[in-house]
C-alpha cells in the first residue's frame, strides 16, 4: 500500500462522496463515450483532481486526504508510467477487492454494474489510463501501445460472422495480435494468457474445437471455464440480450479464426 501511494496511484476520482454521486446521476456510465479517455477523465475524474489533473478540482477539500498530482505518476515513478498498476487500481481484475482509499470508486466494477459488458469496462480502463499517461510531465519513457482504430460502440456491434474482428477486441488485450500470449494487459494479469497458437500441440495434435466452444460459450447452468480473469464471452453476449442462436455463431467463428492461428 505504501508503495501504491508513493507514486500516486490513491487515484481518489470522483465517487464515495455525495457530490460524486450526483455527478455520476448526471452523466450515466454509458453515455460517456468509452472510445475517450478525455470524456471519461472530465465526466469521472476531474472534480476531485481537477480538469489539468494536479488535484485541485471542486470536491477535492471534501475529500480525507490530499489529491495526488496525476501528472507525476510518471516522474515519482522513475521516469516510467506506471501503465498496469494504474489499470489494476481501476479495477481491471473483476472483484478484487478494495484498491486503496475508500474515497475512490473501483470504476471497473462501476462499469460492469452499469451493465457494461466485460470487454467495454475493459476499453473504459485501457482509454482512461491512456489519458492519464498523456497528461504525464515530463515526457513518459515506454508508453503503452495505442490501440488502433475506432472501438465499437457496443458489444453487439461487433459482427457475428467475423472471427477476425471478435478476436481483434476481445481477445487481443491479453493474449497479443498475434495470440501468442503477449497482449498490452500481460503485466496486470496474475496468470499468464494461454498461447493460443499452441492448442492443437498441446492437445496432441488436435485442435480442441469442441472444448474450446464449451468453455466460451458457457451456457446457463454449466461449470466455470477457468481462470476468473477470463471472461465468458458467451454470458456477455446473451447478458446484452444477444439472441442464443447468434451467440453461437460468434463463438463458433472466434473458434474457427482461432483453429487458423495455430502453429504448423
Given at each position: 500500500m505504501k508503495y501504491l501511494t508513493s507514486i500516486g496511484i490513491g487515484l481518489l476520482l470522483v465517487g464515495g462522496l455525495a457530490f460524486g454521486q450526483e455527478k455520476l446521476k448526471k452523466s450515466p456510465i454509458g453515455a460517456v463515450p468509452a472510445?475517450?479517455?478525455?470524456?471519461?477523465?472530465?465526466?469521472?475524474?476531474?472534480?476531485?483532481?481537477?480538469?489539468?489533473?494536479?488535484?485541485?478540482?471542486?470536491?477535492?477539500?471534501?475529500?480525507r486526504g490530499a489529491m495526488p498530482d496525476l501528472t507525476l505518476l510518471a516522474k515519482n515513478n522513475g521516469g516510467k508510467f506506471p501503465g498496469e498498476k494504474v489499470m489494476m487500481t481501476l479495477?481491471?481484475?473483476?472483484?478484487?477487492?478494495?484498491h486503496g482509499s475508500s474515497d475512490m470508486p473501483v470504476w471497473g466494477d462501476v462499469f460492469r454494474q452499469s451493465q457494461q459488458a466485460e470487454s467495454i469496462a475493459q476499453m473504459r480502463i485501457y482509454n482512461l489510463t491512456r489519458y492519464v499517461e498523456s497528461i504525464q510531465a515530463p515526457a513518459v519513457?515506454?508508453?503503452?501501445?495505442?490501440?488502433?482504430?475506432?472501438?465499437?460502440?457496443?458489444?453487439?456491434?461487433?459482427?457475428?460472422?467475423?472471427?477476425?474482428?471478435?478476436?481483434?477486441?476481445l481477445c487481443a488485450g491479453c493474449h497479443g495480435a498475434?495470440?501468442?500470449g503477449d497482449g498490452p494487459a500481460l503485466s496486470s494479469l496474475k496468470t499468464k494468457p494461454t498461447d493460443l497458437t499452441q492448442l492443437t500441440k498441446t492437445h496432441?495434435?488436435?485442435?480442441?474445437?469442441?472444448?474450446?466452444?464449451?468453455?466460451?460459450?458457457?451456457?446457463?447452468?454449466?461449470?466455470?471455464?477457468?481462470?476468473?480473469e477470463m471472461p465468458v464471452w458467451?454470458?456477455?453476449?446473451?447478458?446484452?440480450?444477444?439472441?442464443?442462436?447468434?451467440?453461437?455463431?460468434?463463438?463458433?467463428?472466434?473458434?474457427?479464426?482461432?483453429?487458423?492461428?495455430?502453429?504448423?
Open positions: 472510445d475517450s479517455g478525455a470524456a471519461m477523465f472530465s465526466s469521472y475524474c476531474a472534480s476531485c483532481h481537477g480538469a489539468n489533473g494536479k488535484g485541485g478540482g471542486p470536491a477535492a477539500s471534501a475529500l479495477g481491471r481484475i473483476p472483484a478484487a477487492g478494495a519513457q515506454n508508453p503503452m501501445p495505442a490501440k488502433k482504430d475506432e472501438m465499437p460502440k457496443s458489444l453487439l456491434a461487433l459482427p457475428a460472422n467475423s472471427g477476425p474482428e471478435m478476436y481483434r477486441w498475434n495470440g501468442k496432441d495434435g488436435k485442435f480442441p474445437s469442441l472444448h474450446l466452444t464449451n468453455m466460451l460459450e458457457k451456457e446457463p447452468g454449466t461449470t466455470a471455464h477457468g481462470s476468473k458467451g454470458e456477455s453476449f446473451r447478458g446484452s440480450g444477444e439472441d442464443p442462436g447468434v451467440t453461437r455463431l460468434r463463438i463458433r467463428n472466434l473458434v474457427d479464426h482461432l483453429q487458423k492461428m495455430q502453429a504448423h
